[in-house]
């Protein structure tokens, strides 16, 4: 092993270094700088140092325009060695180019993580006009647990739907999350010990949220005026809670899903999976008042954790004109019989048919009974020391170039490939995200339907016991992760990695920069406390 981390970090060195992008200033370049710190937070009224994105939970929101060129100068000021201390930012749900796959943030896939009082900057340059709902997040380990989120929106001057709603700003985003009064590395610690993924201790809107037995922390408050329409953006940062969204004598017209625009679906609940985004509009067209938004969970036995109560995840719908006061109603989990959304109704506005695979992968996801274990087609992901993208850059090419442990798929370029999902017994809805491209939603686990036509395309999915089929092109060579976004089941194997079209030719356009370059070496010679 070590002689290998030394063959890399030669190699390393000596690939030529085009000086790309260096001295050229990018057209609609957006600068911004993230210290990673930690900080004292107390979103539900339980005080706890957190990994933050400059002190706050959520971090600071982030919003570009369609086409822009978004720079990240991220330092890490992390101390607190109650959590881990080195760090990489993830930009859910963005695509990246092959040429800049190494600036996409996963650890031991397309990067090393950054280690304390290290910085790395991110290039992130919005590619093939992807505007839409997304996140930014911390992708080493289970670190997000511990706060480090944060919106990232890309606003479309030219919105198809724009039409349909009046107000849409940096005051009608939805943050909803799980959280933990615990630090994720004794958490981690007792998964792996017990088998049972940790339970929430609350959930969070906006960044306030209620546990059982704990402070009435305000509620987090939406105004509204009345005969506006609303498109409001709801991003589920979860870990692991699936959240039930609605809002009390109201309907949601849902206008994009991930990032791609819908035909309008008017719904009055959604069920979001963790990493799912959705943008809705709602029409403030009810009597002056205060009504509830809904956002109970569903994440493990609330036996296990007596703070948790799905209940207290809400916030509060404020007209203009209404008191300010909690709505008079009770607080329930949700309409009855409600009209709720079944993925499988949705489609895009710009239809585009699934095209014809040319490459099947089957992939059966099972649980090792009583382990923090989950396996893909028997192999459970452990990553590796020397990440999948240095691995390619030194001319790994074949399946047996990587260890079975890293469960690596070599795929040919601009193929179709679908992907699919055995029906899974457990039915524990594994939402399975997809970096840097989206997928064709061939067959929902929502329904029964086979719909190449016009299939949603989107970036996570639910895994369940109805089975799922997506199929994606490999047009943009890389190494994607490809995985659950219940961070426990990503951290105990629930990930693949789909090596994209990475034959010589589109190997030769990766030109990772110096600093990428410095990262193994920086953190392999880090002591573990310290990684
Ligand atoms: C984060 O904090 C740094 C240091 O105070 C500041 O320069 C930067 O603008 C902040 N970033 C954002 C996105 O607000
Ligand atoms: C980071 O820098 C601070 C201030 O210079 C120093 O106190 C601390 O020991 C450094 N931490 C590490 C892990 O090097
Ligand atoms: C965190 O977990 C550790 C180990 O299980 C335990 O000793 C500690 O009391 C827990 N802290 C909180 C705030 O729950
Ligand atoms: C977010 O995702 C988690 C995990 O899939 C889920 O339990 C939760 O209900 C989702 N939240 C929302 C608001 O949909
Ligand atoms: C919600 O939508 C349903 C069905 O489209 C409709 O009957 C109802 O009037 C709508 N409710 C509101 C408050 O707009
Ligand atoms: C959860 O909170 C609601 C609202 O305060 C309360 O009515 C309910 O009794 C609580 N549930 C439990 C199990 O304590
Ligand atoms: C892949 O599966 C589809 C059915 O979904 C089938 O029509 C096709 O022939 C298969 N292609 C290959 C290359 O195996
Ligand atoms: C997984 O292992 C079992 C038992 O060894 C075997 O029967 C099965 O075919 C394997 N499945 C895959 C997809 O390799
Ligand atoms: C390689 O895979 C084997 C199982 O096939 C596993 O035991 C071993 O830990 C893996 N090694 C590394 C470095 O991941
Ligand atoms: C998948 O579909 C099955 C069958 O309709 C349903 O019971 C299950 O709840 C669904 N799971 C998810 C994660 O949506
Ligand atoms: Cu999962």
């Not at 109650?82 to 990067?111: A, K, Y």
């Not at 064709?440 to 329904?447: H, Q, W």
Request: hydrophobic share 40%.
């Amino acid at each position: 092993m070590q002689l290998l981390l030394l063959t890399t970090a030669i190699l390393a060195l000596l690939r030529p270094h085009p000086a790309i992008g260096a001295a050229i200033r990018p057209r609609n370049l957006k600068e911004i700088t993230l210290d990673i710190v930690n900080a004292n937070v107390a979103p539900d009224g339980f005080e706890r140092s957190a990994v933050t994105a400059n002190g706050t939970y959520p971090g600071p929101l982030i919003t570009l325009t369609k086409g822009d060129f978004l720079r990240v100068t991220m330092h890490n000021r992390l101390t607190d060695p109650t959590m881990r201390r080195s760090t990489s930012l993830n930009f859910d749900g963005i695509f990246f180019s092959t040429q800049n796959s190494f600036h996409e943030g996963t650890p031991f896939v397309t990067t090393c993580p950054i280690g304390p009082n290290a910085s790395f900057v991110y290039d992130v340059p919005l590619i093939e006009g992807q505007t839409g709902t997304f996140w930014y997040h911390s992708q080493l380990s289970v670190q997000y647990v511990d706060g480090l989120r944060g919106a990232l929106i890309v606003y479309d001057p030219e919105d198809p739907s724009a039409h349909l709603y009046d107000v849409d700003d940096v005051n009608t985003i939805w943050q909803i999350g799980d959280w933990w009064h615990n630090s994720s590395i004794p958490l981690l610690a007792g998964y792996v010990a017990t088998g049972i993924v940790p339970v929430s201790d609350s959930g969070t809107f906006n960044g306030v949220g209620r546990f059982q037995g704990g402070p009435e922390v305000p509620f987090f408050v939406q105004n509204v005026e009345a005969g506006k329409r609303y498109r409001f953006r709801i991003i589920n940062q979860s870990a692991r809670n699936v959240f039930t969204m609605s809002v009390d004598n109201h309907n949601l017209t849902i206008i994009e899903a991930d990032g791609t625009t819908t035909v309008p679906h008017t719904v009055n609940q959604i069920i979001m999976l963790a990493g799912q985004r959705y943008s809705v509009v709602l029409e403030a067209n009810q009597p002056v008042a205060n009504y509830w938004i809904n956002a109970p969970f569903v994440g493990g036995n609330p036996a296990v954790n007596p703070n948790q109560n799905a209940t207290l995840s809400r916030a509060i719908l404020r007209y203009a004109g209404a008191p300010a006061a909690d709505p008079v109603t009770p607080m329930t989990l949700g309409p009855v019989n409600a009209n709720e959304l079944i993925e499988a109704d949705l489609r895009p506005l710009a239809a585009q048919a699934a095209p014809t695979p040319d490459v099947n992968i089957s992939l059966t996801l099972f649980v090792t009974p009583g382990k923090a274990q989950w396996n893909i087609n028997n192999v459970s992901y452990l990553s590796p020391v020397v990440p999948t993208l240095v691995k390619v850059l030194d001319g790994a090419t074949r399946a047996a170039d990587f260890n079975v442990t890293e469960n690596t798929f070599i795929l040919p370029v601009n193929s179709v490939i679908e992907v699919d999902f055995a029906p899974n017994i457990d039915d524990e809805a594994h939402p399975f995200h997809m970096h840097g491209n989206n997928f064709f939603v061939v067959k929902s686990n929502s329904s029964d339907l086979v719909n190449t036509v016009n299939p949603l395309r989107r970036d996570v999915t639910g895994v369940g016991a109805a089975g799922v089929i997506v199929r994606f092109i490999t047009n943009r060579p890389g190494t994607w992760f490809f995985h659950c976004h219940i961070f426990w089941h990503m951290q105990a194997g629930l990930a693949t990695v789909m090596a994209s079209g990475l034959d010589g030719t589109d190997r030769a356009d990766i030109h990772p920069n110096r600093a990428w370059e410095n990262l193994c070496p920086a953190y392999d010679a880090l002591p573990a406390d310290l990684q």
